[in-house]
């Protein structure tokens, strides 16, 4: 990849039209402004009882903003597809029950509408970062967007999937590393460390990590995590669930709520050694 020539294609997303980091207020924390932001939660929302009791122990934890998939990107069409609207409404319970802004993906335009009504935060999975129709339509509200790397992406197309949400005028958005297919298959994904000074050398918007998808394996979350922070991550991006054992998607690579605990703790002193504050 060239650089000149990325930063001429990043017309809006480059560092050439905004030295300065893009700084998110999401309310709880501050995404690129030096801060490591922590978004957990199950991959879906399965129902109400779980998913609230959950959420009062991510709050307690110390979470900044909770995740939760009420429509599901399945790479089976028999897999649980997530609930859809009643997924949404569990998710806007939690927030009202915490006061934690929440995230949840939007799969297509057609649920654009009905996501927008329940989530403070919108997520556009790996499988339709060039989902172009879907990008633009994105790019004409003023919501933060979080914007997870395709698994095939190079950096330079990820950037100018960005680029087409930026400029239909919505500057809110977030690049989530989340793992690209290498020839291994020992993990899940490879998570790509190197993109993340990368992509911040390159643009000025903020860069989260998903360990979680980024390695499919729930005893490799914690130490890629610590190195994606080591790396300069804004954030990460986290799946936890009380009974991983039993749950209707990515159980093996999801952490109990007292896993994320003992990151957490882990993470506060990395972040201060790198002048940085969880
Ligand atoms: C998810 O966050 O649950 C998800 C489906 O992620 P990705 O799009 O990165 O696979
Ligand atoms: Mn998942």
Known sequence: MNQVRTLQACKLAGRESQPQNTVIDLKTCRLGDGQV???????AVENEEQMLELAQSLKELGVHIIRGGAFKPRTSPYSFPGLGE????ILARARELTGLPVVTEVTDVRYLDLVLRYSD???????????????????RLQRPVVLKRGFS??????????????AEGNRQVILCER????????TRNTLDVNAIPAVKELSHLPVIADPS??????????????AAVAAGADGLMLEVHPCPDEALSDGPQSLLPVQLGQLMAELRPLAEALGRRL
Do not use: D, K
């Open 121 to 139: 935060i919108l997520q556009i999975g790996s499988r339709n970062m060039q989902n172009f129709g879907l990008l633009r339509e994105v790019g």
């Open 179 to 186: 793992g690209i297919r290498t020839f291994e298959t020992y």
């Open 213 to 226: 998808h980024g390695t499919g394996r729930r005893s490799l979350v914690a130490p890629v995590a610590r």
């Open 153 to 166: 992406a190079t950096i330079e197309e990820w950037l100018l999937a960005a680029e087409y949400i930026l």
């Open 37 to 43: 932001v922590i978004i957990a939660g199950p991959c």
């Open 86 to 89: 009643e997924g949404l409404r």
